[in-house]
């Protein structure tokens, strides 16, 4: 067995412990990265062009409008590390404005992403340095030498709903932690979501055409593939939720009835009308949001809203 496969054994592993520890759990959950196979990719891109998702579109508008204001800001020989990045599609605006990258750093837990995203790059910015890393982004201990190498600016690229699926307070622990594997002084331009009339956000994840409901229960079938288990994912609904108290979108998926499904020669128990929780998207209005980042010592430089005032991206500097 090779290095790459010995690693992919150990990582299913861990992610198989980590599914049946959250399902046990009393609330049961499922991390939302498990939501990210190759045929989750694929729905969530649908999702991203449904007219009642507007994260994507409002996001984009703020990319093409200010992205020589964030490149100046950011300055010459930056080093863009993403978390998260997938396509890697928002990084683009940026990327082709700023003035000498030293280097672009995705990281993602599918190799396919990674390694299509490579591709795309070297077709595109054939003179940029890329150095991916095949990971989850949440459980790295350390980035690729050529971090801690760089004397210039270290930026965090975190676009999108990425660091809204993060409780504020793991957000925050999340954030500090690259802010130390990057030597305790780095940049973040930060993509959040507003808060908004509660409808809106209901239509957003839990569209018309039933994109979203089937991104969701696929991630059944994704636990079926790969992890050994036995849901049947006609027997659940999609549900998305607003949670007005927490200040986030939740979404479910429901049990329509009593029954134990087995995991890895486990059996989770679910109660008809039981959910399993899959993501969460809080929301912020600005204070709120500079306020955390403030708390982990990171000051506000600017940030840029879409014209219709629904999304917001945020750029920090470490104190």
């Known amino acids: 067995m090779n290095e790459q496969m010995m690693n992919q054994t150990q990582s299913q592993s861990l ?3 980590e599914i049946l520890s959250s399902l046990s759990e009393p609330q049961k959950k499922i991390s939302p990265k498990f939501l990210y196979d190759q045929k989750g990719s694929e729905l969530y891109q649908r999702i991203c062009d449904l007219q009642e998702y507007y994260l994507t579109r409002a ?14 800001l950011i300055g010459p020989n930056s080093l863009i590390i993403e978390p998260g990045s997938g396509g890697a599609d928002k990084v683009m605006h940026l990327l082709l404005r700023l003035n000498r990258v030293r280097a672009y750093i995705p990281i993602d837990i599918s190799m396919t992403s990674v390694q299509s995203l490579v591709k795309n790059f070297y077709q595109r910015l054939p003179k940029l340095e890329v150095v991916p890393l095949v990971a989850d982004f949440t459980q790295i201990l350390s980035l690729p030498q050529i971090v801690s190498e760089h004397s210039g600016k270290k930026v965090i690229f975190i676009p999108g709903s990425t660091a809204g699926n993060f409780p504020p307070e793991e957000m925050k622990k999340l954030f500090k932690h690259y802010i130390d594997m990057c030597g305790g002084e780095a940049a973040f331009l930060v993509g959040i979501d507003l808060k908004k009339d509660p409808n809106l956000l209901q239509l ?3 569209d018309s055409e039933g994109v979203t409901a089937a991104f969701n229960l696929n991630l059944l079938s994704r636990l079926n593939r790969d992890f050994r288990a036995k849901f ?6 999609h549900q998305a939720r607003y949670n007005g108290d927490e200040g986030r979108v939740e979404m479910h998926l429901v049990s329509k009835i009593d029954q134990a499904v ?3 020669d486990q059996e989770i128990h679910l109660r008809k009308g039981e959910s399993i929780h899959t993501e969460s998207s809080y929301k912020y209005n600005i204070d709120e949001f500079c ?5 982990i010592n990171l ?3 600017k940030y840029w809203k879409d014209p219709e005032q629904l999304f917001c991206m945020y750029y920090f500097e470490t104190v």
């Open 15 to 17: 992610f198989l412990k």
């Open 59 to 72: 996001e984009n508008k703020i990319l093409k409008t200010y992205a020589h204001e964030m490149s100046r």
């Open 204 to 206: 957003a994840y839990d």
């Open 232 to 237: 049947n994912p006609s027997e659940f609904y």
């Open 262 to 264: 087995n995991i890895d």
């Open 291 to 295: 306020q955390h980042c403030g708390e």
């Open 299 to 301: 000051r506000l430089r």
